[in-house]
């Protein structure tokens, strides 16, 4: 076989596994239901329910955030993020959590809510918060 | 304008296009005696049909203007920048169009009229220049004269903000971006119609192509329903809708404008985005050259000269990437400097596939392989920067980038744009296929070639890895799929990339001891094993001392990579002081990428958070889901230990509108000693419309960095910070615990939670601002020293008998949490009573903060400077190459 082919063979077969493992390695959009069941890691994409508590007090522990959510089925848990309160969370109006389930508390890895604009009609802004540095 | 001159003036261009295409196809048809008749006509009909598109764009554009402006006679608002900037869109955009057309009538020879295009589309491309540079003066007089009229000053700017910062919120918006890098392609347009000689043609026909769609994008204007490009000049009650714009003086009631995201209030941010742009922009100029080549055959010499453009391009991109990353570091609070977020990528990935375009193109010149690889990598690049602003400006992004930017309904004229270049580029191949000189033969195995084509193909699958996982959201557009992007993108991105990273570093090593064509195979064997081996020994330390062992085993490959390209370039780089100097440049660039890899490594791989926070309220449980603490805690003078460090947080400074925290450092040896202090002041902004928006501030050091940024710290509001002083004094006692009585004499010792109180002496003369003094009056004044946490404080409580009452001034310590009063006299004791009111922990000043070691950082830095210079010499050796040639 000549070289070059060899050498668009292997190529070829790098190139399928980037899209396997890019469709292997991309996540699921859950319920909590869902993340009960699971083993691993997926987003969750739901309400603030502003009627529970936010519970944040940097005099006990700074890196302690807890609240509830309703997911989009309507199922409520609580959940924990380790780190500040992002600001404005109460104003957010859809979050997504990338996280899992830790008994009956959701363990937020990942923050991610969408904020009515406060000064443009009809327009939302997105901010997100990490529980952790980003590492390699 | 009323509507039926609309459509007579639509008739009428619809008409003289036709006409114009007809006389075109009989004056080219044979050769006859009519044959110049009809070109002439020709030429005539496209002049007469240019003025009548041009009349009718802005005709079009005046008449959707007078119809959308309602009987109100707004007040004070000033239109003529808005004309004006309009006015130059319309011209920009109808003159790179024009220019367009003649220099593609010029490049297909087939009438005599050759000269006069090129000379009318010379004309074409000068005027979107001097348009181009008008509507930057009209959108720069509008945000510097603060007219709020204007929505783009309004969203983008303020009155507060300093001049180079003006010029930061100049592209701050879509609009503005697209400016700039309209601007930098108008200049490189004029720098190839003075350059490129007998290339002039077919190159500037895709430039000036490029040049239109550009323009296009900030047109604006509403054709049959549809809005085409989004004008910068928008008016503010044009863009929002609200009952006060109904209202002729709703200017008046305008004070201010949004103001520049503070986080882009960084100087970086007023270079960083020009040299990006620069980067886009002179990306299209080796696409024009491999354009220009399959299209006037000329297969074999466009490379020469696209060698040197594509080197000035990745040369200035990877300048502006890092610069952006730079920034991050600088200024963002995701601690650190590279985080793969979809607009990092974007500009990454065509700079990847740039690089690999270069090294083949040198190849095909050298030895005459690798032909498709050349002209594919260099057409791809540009097509992946047009991509990449689709990605960015499209929203299509949507929830998976916090930083694109927002949609401004251009997403299917952003697809045409990619689609246009796309299908010319597919198109010129396929049609020329048969002729393109692709070598038959085979490259030998041990040549340089060979592998620099290897390491091209790698980097072009690092690039093809980074586009399916950050267009995840694209796939789920187009297949309808509902995928979500991985859960931890970092880690994904990161074991990928330096996978690839392997291949390339080692290539880049192994490639400098083979030569072209064929190499004695036992030399390279045992040179490039000595290199291995002692790159290996090298690798081995750096791993152990860095304890990037800790991380997986790929990343040490990376560095083994990193260090053995490092090591065979500087052997290079050696033999050129012997004489081989044309090899500078190449030697010199991959050292400084080989040093980026090193430093970016270590840095991103064995950053250390030392804000670990250990005290943990919610019990092991808790801890054991590997949940990190990365915040600590710190009350206001209260010091605490962090790592080698003692750290207190001990005052604040503040200037509008950034709260600047001060956080002293000192670092203590094993007898507790100081070894070292200094003061940090990671900086605080609570912006009503982004929160609280912190920037870090970072300790440099030769061989690491200490950064610290400040995660919740309860402060005011920018807009609340002025004149706040002294008011709500009335409920001001429920801040403090309940107050606390002592009977003390001159130097008495009174202690509390946080360290103790003096009372040195008795002021008889006090008295207090703005209380005249009668002659019966009396003030007394205790003179106090509070010691608490290694730090004094004076105050001086006033007890004051005024026209027979009895009044007492407290006065407030708020450093120390202490509010004191001098509350009683009591003489038969010579005594007097101090009443003390302390504060409670959860109503002292505190701060959250998070503190990031980064080792070895300033080899990422040091690595780039190198690198730009290896890309500049390297300019200048192919320069010199295309002179003699």
């Known amino acids: 076989m000549k070289k070059s082919s060899i050498f668009g063979i292997i190529v070829i077969a790098i190139a399928i596994a980037v899209i396997i493992s890019t469709y292997g390695s991309s996540s699921t959009y859950g319920s909590f239901t869902e993340a009960k069941q699971s083993q691993s890691d997926l987003h969750v994409i739901g309400y603030l329910d502003k009627q529970k508590e936010l519970y944040y007090d940097a005099h006990k522990d700074a890196n302690y955030f807890s609240f509830y959510m309703k997911d989009k089925k309507g199922t409520e848990s609580k959940v924990v993020f380790t780190g500040t309160k992002p600001q404005d969370f109460e104003r957010s109006e859809q979050i997504v959590l990338v996280g899992r389930m830790v008994g009956n508390e959701f363990h937020a890895s990942h923050i991610q809510m969408k904020c009515p604009s406060k000064y443009t009609q009809d327009k939302v802004e997105v901010t997100e918060a990490d529980a952790k540095q980003g590492s390699i | 304008m009323s509507f039926p001159l609309g459509q007579l003036l639509f008739f009428l261009t619809v008409c003289s296009v036709v006409f114009t295409v007809i006389c075109y196809y009989l004056g080219n048809k044979k050769p006859d005696s009519n044959n110049i008749k009809w070109l002439k006509r020709f030429n005539i009909s496209f002049y007469i049909t240019t003025a009548i598109v041009l009349i009718f764009c802005y005709v079009l554009f005046y008449g959707i203007k007078a119809s959308a402006t309602p009987t109100v006679v707004y007040l004070g608002e000033n239109l003529t920048p808005k004309n004006l900037g309009q006015f130059f869109i319309i011209l920009a955009f109808a003159s790179a169009l024009f220019s367009t057309i003649s220099y593609f009538l010029a490049t297909i020879k087939t009438n005599q009229f050759e000269l006069k295009w090129l000379w009318m589309g010379r004309i074409g491309y000068f005027v979107n220049s001097i348009s181009v540079v008008g509507i930057g003066t009209c959108l720069f007089y509008i945000i510097y004269n603060h007219l709020f009229e204007y929505h783009y000053a309004w969203e983008h700017s303020s009155r507060t903000l300093p001049v180079y910062y003006i010029i930061s919120s100049f592209w701050e918006g879509q609009e503005g971006s697209f400016w700039l890098w309209g601007f930098w392609q108008a200049v490189l347009g004029n720098i190839l119609i003075w350059k490129a000689k007998s290339w002039e043609k077919p190159v500037l026909t895709v430039i000036a192509l490029a040049q239109t769609l550009l323009s296009s994008m900030l047109l604006g204007i509403d054709i049959f329903g549809q809005r085409i490009g989004s004008s910068p000049f928008i008016l503010l009650r044009e863009a929002l809708e609200a009952p006060i714009f109904s209202r002729p003086e709703y200017l008046s009631f305008i004070k201010d404008g949004n103001g520049l995201n503070p986080l882009l209030q960084n100087y970086w941010m007023v270079i960083h985005p020009p040299t990006l742009f620069l980067g886009f922009a002179s990306m299209v100029v080796p696409f024009a050259y491999a354009i220009a080549g399959l299209w006037t055959k000329r297969y074999k010499e466009w490379v020469q000269p696209a060698i040197s453009y594509s080197l000035f391009a990745v040369m200035?991109?990877?300048?502006?990437?890092?610069?952006?990353?730079?920034?991050?570091?600088?200024?963002?609070?995701?601690g650190g400097?590279?985080?793969?977020?979809?607009?990092?990528?974007?500009?990454l990935i065509p700079w990847l596939t740039l690089i690999g375009a270069v090294h083949v193109l040198i190849v095909y010149k050298n030895t005459g392989h690798s032909y498709f690889t050349a002209t594919f990598l260099t057409l791809i690049s540009f097509i992946l920067v047009l991509y990449a602003s689709f990605l960015t400006r499209s929203g299509i992004l949507g929830d998976t980038s916090v930083h694109a930017f927002t949609d401004l309904g251009m997403f299917w004229h952003l697809v045409i744009d990619v689609a246009i270049f796309f299908g010319i580029a597919l198109a010129l191949i396929i049609l020329r296929w048969k002729e393109l000189p692709i070598s038959k033969k085979e490259e030998e195995t041990y040549s340089r070639e060979f592998w620099m084509f290897v390491g091209a193909v790698f980097l072009a699958l690092s690039c093809l890895q980074l586009i399916v996982v950050t267009s995840i959201p694209v796939w789920n557009a187009m297949f309808k799929t509902h995928i979500a992007p991985p859960t931890n993108p970092v880690t994904l991105y990161n074991v990928f990339q330096a996978g690839f990273a392997v291949?390339?570093?080692?290539?880049?090593?192994?490639?400098?001891?083979?030569?072209?064509?064929?190499?004695?195979?036992?030399?390279?064997?045992?040179t490039s094993v000595i290199y291995l081996v002692f790159s290996a020994v090298i690798t081995g330390l750096i791993v152990y001392i860095t304890g990037l062992y800790h991380l997986r085993f790929v990343f040490v490959l990376v560095m083994f990579g990193a260090i053995y390209s490092l090591m065979a370039n500087a052997k290079v780089l050696a033999d050129v002081f012997k004489g081989k100097i044309k090899l500078?440049?190449?030697?010199?660039?991959?050292?400084?990428?080989?040093?980026?890899?090193?430093?970016?490594l270590i840095a991103a791989g064995t950053s250390k958070v030392i804000s670990q926070n250990d005290t943990l309220e919610y019990g092991a449980d808790f801890a054991k889901g590997n949940n990190p603490h990365e915040n600590i805690m710190l009350y206001k003078n209260e010091p605490q230990k962090m790592g080698d460090y003692m750290v207190t947080y001990f005052g604040d400074s503040v200037k509008a509108p950034n709260h600047y925290f001060k956080v002293d450092y000192k670092r203590l040896d094993a007898n507790g000693k100081v070894v070292e202090e200094f003061t940090l002041k990671p900086n605080s902004q609570a912006n009503r419309k982004m929160g609280l928006v912190s920037s870090p501030d970072t300790k440099h050091y030769l061989f690491h960095d200490l950064y610290t940024h400040v995660s919740m710290a309860p402060i005011k509001y920018d807009d609340e910070m002025q004149g706040d002083a002294g008011h709500g004094e009335e409920n001001d006692d429920a801040n403090y615990n309940p107050p606390v009585p002592h009977e003390v004499k001159v130097g008495d010792t009174i202690p509390f939670r946080e360290g103790y109180i003096i009372l040195q002496s008795l002021n008889k003369e006090a008295h207090v601002q703005n209380i005249p003094m009668g002659a019966n009056d009396v003030a007394v004044g205790a003179e106090l020293k509070i010691i608490s946490h290694g730090k004094t404080y004076d105050a001086e409580p006033v007890f004051m008998v005024k026209n027979g009452s009895v009044f007492d001034f407290a006065r407030k310590v708020d450093d120390a949490g202490l509010k004191l009063r001098l509350s009683k006299i009591i003489p038969d004791k010579?005594?007097?009573?101090i009443t003390v009111y302390d504060q409670p922990e959860s109503k002292k000043a505190y701060i959250v903060m998070r503190a990031i070691e980064f080792p070895y950082i300033n080899f990422l830095w040091t690595g780039t400077i190198i690198m730009v210079i290896g890309f500049l010499l390297s300019i200048f050796r192919r320069n010199k190459e295309l002179k003699s040639a």
């Open chain 2, 316 to 334: 200035v991109l990877g300048t502006g990437v890092i610069m952006g990353s730079l920034w991050a570091y600088e200024s963002l609070n995701f």
């Open chain 2, 337 to 347: 400097f590279w985080a793969w977020d979809p607009v990092e990528n974007a500009a």
């Open chain 2, 503 to 526: 291949v390339v570093t080692l290539l880049a090593g192994i490639t400098q001891f083979l030569k072209y064509k064929k190499t004695d195979t036992t030399r390279f064997f045992i």
């Open chain 2, 584 to 600: 500078a440049g190449s030697a010199v660039a991959h050292i400084g990428f080989g040093l980026i890899m090193v430093g970016a």
């Open chain 2, 830 to 833: 010579s005594k007097v009573e």
